[in-house]
């Protein structure tokens, strides 16, 4: 089946320094990924759309700036969350889709630490 | 404004009973559902989805029942296993709505044996 991997699965950085997030789709091509973030006992909320070779399509109050996503081919997407802040420590999902009758593959998460 | 509610944060099924998961949804737009199992720090996993051009889909334990002028689905798992235990999610989309899925707040399901 589809697998859609994400990396790093955790990660702890120093508060103002920049973290890349990669989500790779390994045996299909992905004309769309979603980003996602949760916070503790919440639900998954969208943060961005990209489509590959156009810009990210973000959710109301999420801070474009602050989170770049990049969608450079079919098969990779990269969230850059910058500066970043305790408040921004939260789990991290991306997800890859080939149209929604295709179904949606989730990466494995990526757990944000900021210190 | 939650457009897809779980209403129910937790159940307690015993094993081999049914499990009902119950999931509204208020944007009539929406004509596609899904239902996602999820582990703490791990990335949602698939489980069974339904078109809003059927009312029932089964797949092995799982089924997914649609009431489309209640705005209702549910997820019946029978019989239920202690490997159950999860949160489980309700997500809906459709094309109107970019296909981006809309995800209720999760139902925290334990399965006791």
């Known amino acids: 089946g589809a697998v859609v991997s994400q990396h790093p699965s955790w990660v702890i950085c120093k508060s103002g320094t920049s973290v890349k997030i990669e989500c790779r789709s390994l045996?299909?091509?992905?004309?769309?990924m979603f980003w996602y973030r949760q916070f503790p006992k919440q639900s998954l909320m969208l943060m961005a759309t990209?489509?590959?070779?156009?810009?990210?399509?973000?959710e109301q109050g999420v801070e474009k700036d602050k989170f770049l996503i990049n969608h450079a081919s079919l098969t990779l997407s990269t969230l850059t969350v910058t500066s970043a802040h305790p408040e921004d420590s939260s789990f991290y999902i991306c997800?890859?889709?080939?149209?929604?009758?295709?179904?949606?593959?989730f990466g494995s998460g990526t757990r944000l630490t900021v210190v | 404004d939650q457009q897809v509610k779980q209403n129910s944060p937790s159940l307690s099924v015993q094993e081999g009973r049914i499990s009902i998961l119950n999931c509204d949804y208020t944007?009539?737009?929406?004509?596609?559902f899904l239902w996602y199992k999820k582990y703490p720090a791990e990335g949602p996993t698939f489980l069974i989805s339904i078109s809003s051009i059927k009312d029932k889909n089964e797949d092995g334990r799982f089924t997914v029942f649609l009431n489309k002028s209640a705005k209702h689905l549910s997820l019946h798992i029978v019989p239920s296993q202690p490997g159950d235990s999860a949160v489980y999610f309700c997500?809906?989309?459709?094309?109107?709505?970019?296909?981006?899925?809309?995800f209720g707040a999760g139902t925290i399901l334990r399965v006791k044996s």
């Open positions: 944007n009539s737009m929406f004509d596609y």
């Open positions: 045996d299909f091509q992905a004309t769309t």
């Open positions: 990209s489509n590959e070779g156009s810009k990210a399509t973000y």
């Open positions: 997500a809906a989309t459709s094309p109107e709505y970019g296909n981006k899925l809309v």
């Open positions: 997800s890859a889709s080939v149209g929604a009758s295709y179904g949606y593959t």
